[in-house]
C-alpha cells in the first residue's frame, strides 16, 4: 500500500467546565465531546519527505502545523518514511471545531497503517496528547466525558441530534481565551455533570436545557455577537444553543427539518458561516 485517505471528523462540546490551572499552564476540564459529520479529507502517498498541501491559502502547511507535528512524532518515535500529505479542508479554522485536532489525529491513525507500524491504539492515544488535549478523543470520536486536561475519556451513549452551526468572520485563539478566564472568579457551573445526567435520560429537551460552557464568559464579552447569535438561533427555533469550545462557532439543536433550513438560509444570507451538521459516534475513518 503506497497510498491512504481518511476522513477526520469534527467535534462539538456539549458541555465544559474549567476546573482549575496547572503548573505547566494546561488547564483541568471536565467536559462532554460529540463527535458531527462534517469533516476534513485527508489523502496520504508515500514520498521522500514530509510535506503538506491544503486547498485553502489560510492554514499553514509548515511544521507549526499539527499535520506535520503528528508525522514527524510518530517517525521519531517509531520509525516511519516520508509522506506527502494533501488535505481538503472543510472544518473551520480557529472555531472550536477541533479542526487542526482531528487532522493530527488522522495522521496518526493513517500513517500507522500506511507505514506499517502497527502501534497500538492505546500508545497512539498516549501520544497524541503532546499534540493538543482534543487529539486522543478526536481518534476514537463518539460521544465522551473528557476530564484531566482532556485526555481522560469515557464512553457515552451518542444522542440522535440535528445541528445548524454558526461562525461568524473571527478566529478565536484558545490560549488566550484560557488566560482571560484565569482572571476571572472561579464559579462551579457542573455543566458537565448536568449534561451526563441528560444524555442518560435519552430526552433532548434535557440535553438542550443542560447545554454550559463556561468559556461563554470571556469570548462572548469579547466577541459580542458571539451571544447575538445564540439569541438569532432561538428566535430561529432552536431547542438549545451554546458555543462550542473556545468558540466562535455556535451551534443550535434543532427538531423541525423545516425550522433548521430557513435558519441556515437566514444566516447565511446575512453573511455567516453556516453548516448543517448531525452527531455521529465515529471517529478517524480510513479509507482507499
Known sequence: MDKLKAKSYAKIN????????RDDGYHFVEMV???????DKLEFEMYDDIVLECNRKDVPT???????????????EFGGYGV??????????????????SNAA?????????????????????????????????IDGGTKVASGIGDVLQDLHTPNLKLLLVKPHISVATKDVYTEY????????????????AINSGDVMNICMSLGND??????????????????????GALG????????????????????????????????????SNTIDKGIELYE
Open 33 to 39: 465531546l460529540q463527535s458531527i459529520d462534517l469533516y
Open 106 to 138: 488522522a495522521t496518526l491513525v493513517a500513517l500507522n497503517k500506511l507505514w506499517n507500524l502497527n502501534v497500538k491504539l492505546s500508545v497512539l492515544k498516549d501520544l497524541a496528547v503532546s499534540l493538543g488535549a482534543d487529539v486522543p478523543f478526536c
Open 215 to 236: 468559556l461563554e464568559r470571556v469570548t462572548i464579552k469579547k466577541y459580542p455577537i458571539i451571544g447575538d447569535i445564540k439569541k438569532m438561533m432561538v428566535k430561529k
Open 84 to 101: 506527502h500529505i494533501r488535505l481538503k479542508k472543510n472544518i473551520p479554522i480557529a472555531a472550536g471545531l477541533a479542526g487542526g485536532s
Open 14 to 21: 456539549l458541555a465544559l467546565d474549567v476546573k482549575g490551572k
Open 62 to 76: 509548515d511544521r507549526s502545523n499539527l499535520i506535520i507535528k503528528a508525522a514527524d512524532l510518530l517517525k521519531r
Open 241 to 276: 444553543t451554546l458555543m462550542s469550545g473556545s468558540g466562535p462557532t455556535v451551534f443550535g439543536i434543532f427538531d423541525d427539518s423545516v425550522k433548521i433550513n430557513i435558519a441556515y438560509d437566514s444566516f447565511v444570507a446575512d453573511g455567516f458561516y453556516a453548516c448543517i
Open 182 to 197: 484565569d482572571n476571572l472568579a472561579f464559579i462551579e457551573n457542573n455543566y458537565t455533570k448536568n449534561m451526563v445526567d
